[in-house]
């Protein structure tokens, strides 16, 4: 384990390693006819253009704030100025992150397209590729970022006296990482939701065409947005959750002293776990293959099963051959630290399981939205909000039950260690997760490009699968931001020397109700951003439909055959052909472009600067209650909106399976997931960075607003006067006096009564510690 340890960076070279060659491997395959290649390349150049456009104005950003947090950490005790070198290192590779999964992304689209003119196993094949080196690239850059800067870090300040320094200086790469994050989450989810709706409230509804039709000028813009939106912005999104998760277990891992590892075992742990993850899901890669006739979904379940079982193996030998069987500060040494992973695995897996029922094709609770589908959008909207918010039960009791496990088996380290265990193959579900765009993508192109229906059929194969693993992926990152959030949360405390939260205290009560109130402000500026942006699209749609003969009597055309061109004249056909390359799809590329990048900055700003506002005019407790409030409140938020807005889309999808196009009841679900697409995709995931994003600019900023000794010592007479109980703080630290009675401050959390305070006190170590 040691060589592992010692090797570390190595782990995040093999995943790119990986990555190089599976690109290389996926630009190899075909790309089609002439009219495949061209519509490929308007895609590809809409999102390149998007992202050219979103990483200038977050190049600005990320310059004002590394030269805030340089000054901020050199004038500060406990930090140093090179935290923004570790910023700028994190921001970097979260852009990079969602670079590499946009450019394979939209390579493997049209290639995908083509091979499933051959079959279906072929199909997936390459689309899984292009998944798998979004995947590896995110988890190969994470271990490789934060292995390289620890190692740096301790080499530039060695000493064991120096760790909570290093550590506070490395937490910089988890803020650059969740900034960008954050921003590619918010502009992708209103680039890709403005498009979307346009397409298919003009389009589906108003027109009467059918999705990803090529006279639809939104439709451009509809696939360059899965791109933006679902791979990009997801890339960035998991990137920023698997490294928060790595430092936060770090930070608390550091109070841990093992006899190995120069006493960090439990602060290397995590970074070994994700390692070794890279291996896990480079395995798991090789066992998704399918035959034509087969099954994608049980081919993905395989691979992505198949490594989470074999990471289970793996972690219980490097947990125990990292942590001591006995070890201070947990309670139950090596086995309480892996059956906390367990409990993290177990609750993210039936996190998912649960959010795969609320929304799946054919279950209960979609099915009666399909049912009050045929009494208009108003019902199918109640019914949706229904389901959305029934779905918050089960999944926060597990993610109760998961935190109350893992605390019980190792504390607060447990905790952390879960969301770490639950991430640890986040290689491979991101590679399932993104190879649900490309297919959609693939199945776009195929319209598009007016390929024979078996193409088309076999695209929709994969994208139904992609929808339901996309549903198990989003449960578990909701569960895992929840847990690194708490993390995070619980790194802060111990930084800011923080004891405990009383909600009895003004200050502090008032943070949880600000924090309350975060997500829904942020959901408000982001869903009403869509709504803006998707106004434009409209009036831009209706304009080419009305203004542009070619479009407007092709239109006519379409209509008079409800969209069955096969039964077409010579001369009808002729008209249509002839609309061919009239759409003006830059310009509906352009309105998308310029929205999303205008309106991400204020919800981005809005995530940074509470916090920081907060903590420096309220104090360390109040900031606890901003981020005890923005967590409670963002979890049930991300839950309610992600399975709202999914049940909705299924629900329309159930409809058009049933060969009920252009019913009333299929327009009313239409309106229902254009209500639930913002649900789903924009404000729903923007939460879990913003959960996560709160709480790492809470760590950074710890050190400058700690709690000083008079103030943790004034706490803790309060609590003695209040309870006749002392908290028990960390280490021995402080020693408080009451009535006379020595009373030693050793753990946060641990309550004993004054006479075994003074047992304590009359031990030789607490007369030291008075002296």
Same mark, same amino acid.
């Given at each position: 384990?040691?060589?592992?340890?010692?090797?570390?960076?190595?782990?995040?070279? /093999?995943?790119?390693?990986?990555?190089?060659?599976?690109?290389?491997?996926?630009?190899?395959?075909?790309?089609?006819?002439?009219?495949?290649?061209?519509?490929?390349?308007? /895609?590809?150049?809409?999102?390149?253009?998007?992202?050219?456009?979103?990483?200038?104005?977050?190049?600005?950003?990320?310059?004002?704030?590394?030269?805030?947090?340089?000054?901020?950490?050199?004038?500060?005790?406990?930090?140093?100025?090179?935290?923004?070198?570790?910023?700028?290192?994190?921001?970097?590779?979260?852009?990079? @992150?969602?670079?590499?999964?946009?450019?394979?992304?939209?390579?493997?689209?049209? =290639?995908?397209?083509?091979?499933?003119?051959?079959?279906?196993?072929?199909?997936?094949?390459?689309?899984?590729?292009?998944? @798998?080196?979004?995947?590896?690239?995110?988890?190969?850059?994470?271990?490789?970022?934060?292995?390289?800067?620890?190692?740096?870090?301790?080499?530039?300040?060695?000493?064991?006296?120096?760790?909570?320094?290093?550590?506070?200086?490395?937490?910089?790469?988890?803020?650059?990482?969740?900034?960008?994050?954050?921003?590619?989450?918010?502009?992708?989810?209103?680039?890709?939701?403005?498009?979307?709706?346009?397409?298919?409230?003009?389009?589906?509804?108003?027109?009467?065409?059918?999705?990803?039709?090529?006279?639809?000028?939104?439709?451009?813009?509809?696939?360059?947005?899965?791109?933006?939106?679902?791979?990009?912005?997801?890339?960035?999104?998991?990137?920023?959750?698997?490294?928060?998760?790595?430092?936060?277990?770090?930070?608390?891992?550091?109070?841990?002293?093992?006899?190995?590892?120069?006493?960090?075992?439990?602060?290397?742990?995590?970074?070994?776990?994700?390692? %070794?993850?890279?291996?896990?899901?480079?395995?798991?890669?090789?066992?998704?293959?399918?035959?034509?006739?087969?099954?994608?979904?049980?081919?993905?379940?395989?691979?992505?099963?198949?490594?989470?079982?074999? $990471?289970?193996?793996?972690?219980?030998?490097?947990?125990? @051959?990292?942590?001591?069987?006995?070890?201070?500060?947990?309670?139950?040494?090596? $086995?309480?630290?892996?059956?906390?992973?367990? *409990?993290?695995?177990?609750?993210?897996?039936?996190?998912?399981?649960?959010?795969?029922?609320?929304?799946?094709?054919?279950?209960?609770?979609?099915?009666?939205?399909?049912?009050?589908?045929?009494?208009?959008?108003?019902?199918?909207?109640?019914?949706?909000?229904?389901?959305?918010?029934?779905?918050?039960?089960?999944?926060?009791?597990?993610? *109760?039950?998961?935190?109350?496990?893992?605390?019980?088996?190792?504390?607060?380290?447990?905790?952390?260690?879960?969301?770490?265990?639950?991430?640890?193959?986040?290689?491979?579900?991101?590679?399932?997760?993104?190879?649900?765009?490309?297919?959609?993508?693939?199945?776009?192109?195929?319209?598009?490009?007016?390929?024979?229906?078996?193409?088309?059929?076999?695209?929709?194969?994969?994208?139904?699968?992609?929808?339901?693993?996309?549903?198990?992926?989003?449960?578990?990152?909701?569960?895992?931001?929840?847990?690194?959030?708490?993390?995070?949360? @619980?790194?802060?405390?111990?930084?800011? &020397?923080?004891?405990?939260?009383?909600?009895?205290?003004?200050?502090?009560?008032?943070?949880?109700?600000?924090?309350?109130?975060?997500?829904?402000?942020?959901?408000?500026?982001? $869903? &009403?951003?869509?709504?803006?942006?998707?106004?434009? $699209?409209?009036?831009?749609?209706? =304009?080419?439909?009305?203004?542009?003969?070619?479009?407007?009597?092709?239109?006519?055309?379409?209509?008079?055959? &409800?969209?069955?061109?096969?039964?077409?004249? %010579?001369?009808? =056909?002729?008209?249509?052909?002839? +609309?061919?390359?009239?759409?003006?799809?830059?310009?509906?590329?352009?309105?998308?472009?310029?929205?999303?990048?205008?309106?991400?900055?204020?919800?981005?700003?809005?995530?940074?600067?509470?916090?920081?506002?907060?903590?420096?005019?309220?104090?360390?407790?109040?900031?606890?209650?901003?981020?005890?409030?923005?967590?409670?409140?963002?979890?049930?938020?991300?839950?309610?909106?992600?399975?709202?807005?999914? +049940?909705?889309?299924?629900?329309?999808?159930?409809?058009?399976?049933?060969?009920?196009?252009?019913?009333?009841?299929?327009?009313?679900?239409?309106?229902?997931?254009?209500?639930?697409?913002?649900?789903?995709?924009?404000?729903?995931?923007?939460?879990?960075?913003?959960?996560?994003?709160?709480?790492?600019?809470?760590?950074?900023?710890?050190?400058?607003?700690?709690?000083?000794?008079?103030?943790?010592?004034?706490?803790?007479?309060?609590?003695?006067?209040?309870?006749?109980?002392? %908290?028990? *703080?960390?280490?021995?630290?402080?020693?408080?006096?009451?009535?006379?009675?020595?009373?030693?401050?050793?753990?946060?959390?641990?309550?004993?009564?004054?006479?075994?305070?003074?047992?304590?006190?009359?031990?030789?170590?607490?007369?030291?510690?008075?002296?």
């Amino acid at each position: 384990m040691e060589l592992i340890v010692s090797y570390l960076p190595l782990f995040g070279v /093999i995943a790119l390693a990986f990555v190089f060659i599976k690109n290389a491997w996926v630009s190899k395959q075909e790309v089609g006819d002439e009219k495949m290649a061209k519509i490929a390349k308007h /895609i590809a150049d809409g999102a390149m253009s998007f992202l050219k456009a979103e990483y200038k104005i977050l190049a600005i950003f990320v310059v004002a704030v590394a030269i805030l947090l340089y000054f901020k950490g050199t004038y500060e005790a406990g930090s140093n100025g090179m935290v923004a070198f570790s910023f700028v290192v994190g921001a970097i590779c979260s852009a990079l @992150a969602g670079f590499i999964g946009m450019k394979v992304a939209t390579k493997a689209n049209v =290639r995908t397209t083509q091979a499933a003119r051959t079959s279906l196993g072929k199909a997936l094949e390459v689309a899984f590729a292009g998944g @798998a080196v979004m995947g590896l690239g995110v988890v190969g850059l994470g271990v490789l970022g934060l292995s390289s800067l620890f190692m740096i870090y301790q080499v530039m300040w060695p000493g064991e006296e120096n760790i909570p320094m290093v550590l506070n200086v490395l937490s910089g790469f988890s803020l650059g990482a969740s900034s960008i994050a954050l921003f590619a989450r918010v502009g992708g989810g209103i680039y890709t939701k403005a498009a979307d709706v346009g397409a298919d409230l003009v389009g589906k509804v108003e027109a009467g065409i059918p999705e990803d039709h090529p006279l639809n000028p939104a439709t451009i813009a509809d696939n360059v947005g899965d791109n933006v939106g679902d791979v990009a912005g997801m890339g960035a999104d998991l990137f920023e959750s698997y490294v928060g998760s790595i430092i936060g277990t770090m930070v608390l891992g550091a109070l841990i002293v093992t006899d190995g590892y120069n006493g960090l075992g439990a602060v290397y742990l995590p970074l070994t776990l994700a390692a %070794v993850g890279i291996i896990m899901s480079i395995i798991g890669t090789l066992f998704v293959k399918v035959k034509e006739g087969g099954s994608p979904h049980k081919a993905l379940n395989l691979g992505e099963f198949g490594s989470g079982f074999l $990471m289970i193996v793996a972690s219980y030998f490097i947990i125990t @051959a990292m942590i001591p069987e006995e070890v201070e500060g947990l309670p139950f040494g090596s $086995m309480g630290v892996f059956f906390a992973t367990l *409990a993290g695995l177990i609750s993210g897996f039936f996190v998912g399981k649960v959010t795969e029922y609320y929304t799946g094709t054919g279950s209960k609770p979609v099915l009666s939205i399909v049912k009050q589908s045929e009494t208009g959008s108003a019902t199918n909207i109640i019914a949706g909000l229904g389901v959305g918010m029934m779905s918050t039960a089960i999944p926060i009791l597990l993610i *109760a039950a998961a935190i109350i496990i893992s605390h019980y088996f190792a504390g607060l380290y447990g905790i952390a260690i879960a969301a770490v265990g639950m991430l640890a193959n986040t290689g491979i579900q991101l590679a399932v997760d993104a190879y649900g765009p490309i297919s959609d993508n693939a199945g776009g192109i195929a319209e598009m490009s007016e390929l024979p229906k078996e193409v088309r059929e076999r695209t929709d194969k994969l994208d139904a699968v992609g929808n339901t693993t996309a549903a198990i992926g989003k449960g578990f990152a909701i569960a895992s931001a929840a847990l690194t959030a708490l993390a995070l949360f @619980a790194a802060f405390m111990k930084t800011a &020397n923080v004891v405990s939260i009383d909600v009895s205290q003004p200050k502090i009560m008032a943070g949880l109700l600000v924090g309350g109130m975060l997500p829904f402000v942020f959901s408000a500026l982001s $869903m &009403n951003a869509v709504g803006r942006a998707a106004m434009a $699209m409209i009036e831009e749609v209706r =304009r080419q439909f009305r203004d542009i003969p070619q479009l407007h009597a092709a239109l006519e055309v379409m209509r008079k055959y &409800n969209s069955d061109m096969s039964k077409a004249t %010579v001369e009808d =056909r002729k008209i249509f052909d002839a +609309a061919d390359g009239y759409a003006e799809y830059e310009k509906c590329v352009e309105i998308s472009t310029n929205a999303s990048i205008k309106e991400m900055v204020l919800p981005g700003l809005l995530a940074l600067a509470v916090p920081v506002l907060v903590g420096f005019v309220g104090g360390a407790n109040m900031l606890g209650g901003l981020l005890a409030g923005v967590t409670t409140s963002g979890v049930l938020m991300a839950i309610f909106q992600s399975n709202a807005g999914g +049940a909705w889309d299924n629900a329309k999808k159930m409809i058009e399976e049933q060969g009920r196009k252009g019913t009333e009841a299929h327009k009313a679900a239409v309106v229902g997931d254009t209500v639930g697409d913002p649900f789903k995709d924009t404000s729903g995931p923007s939460l879990n960075i913003l959960l996560k994003l709160m709480s790492v600019v809470a760590l950074v900023i710890a050190p400058s607003i700690a709690l000083d000794v008079d103030e943790v010592t004034a706490h803790n007479m309060d609590a003695i006067n209040k309870t006749e109980l002392v %908290v028990v *703080a960390e280490s021995a630290e402080a020693l408080v006096l009451a009535d006379e009675k020595a009373v030693t401050v050793e753990a946060a959390g641990t309550f004993v009564d004054k006479e075994a305070a003074t047992e304590i006190s009359k031990k030789e170590k607490a007369a030291d510690l008075k002296e």
